[in-house]
Nanobody
């Protein structure tokens, strides 16, 4: 079955770095656009970054541009989010999302279970 398993979250001080990973299985990874979302306590889930395939075009929320880098490794069926210069406001549960398009053009997706990132001194 489809699985998206995030890892790499944790507690980090402001200004620090973390790398999140999302291991995918049960579907053709290369056929899906991949994204990271995050949800802070009491707030809605929001898009952080997306990477398409093929092409590997990336898109970032304004709040993380220049600090976060999204990437994917097709050989390992894994997506990454390198986070640097972390701020307290980056604290959230980070979710992996895979978006596909059906043969008749409908979009659908799969979610991971999330990984907690806490930025605090």
């Amino acid at each position: 079955q489809v699985q998206l398993v995030e890892s790499g979250g944790g507690l980090v001080q402001p200004g620090g770095s973390l790398r999140l990973s999302c291991a995918a299985s049960g579907f053709t990874f290369s056929m899906y656009a991949m994204s990271w979302y995050r949800q802070a306590p009491g707030k809605e889930r929001v898009l952080v970054a997306t990477i398409t395939n093929p092409g590997g075009r990336t898109n970032y929320a304004d709040s993380v541009k220049g600090r976060f880098t999204i990437s994917r490794d097709g050989a390992k069926n894994t997506m990454y989010l390198q986070m640097s210069s972390l701020k307290v406001e980056d604290t959230a549960v980070y979710y992996c999302f895979a978006e596909g398009v059906s043969t008749w053009g409908e979009k659908y997706g799969y979610w991971g279970q999330g990984t907690q990132v806490t930025v605090s001194s």
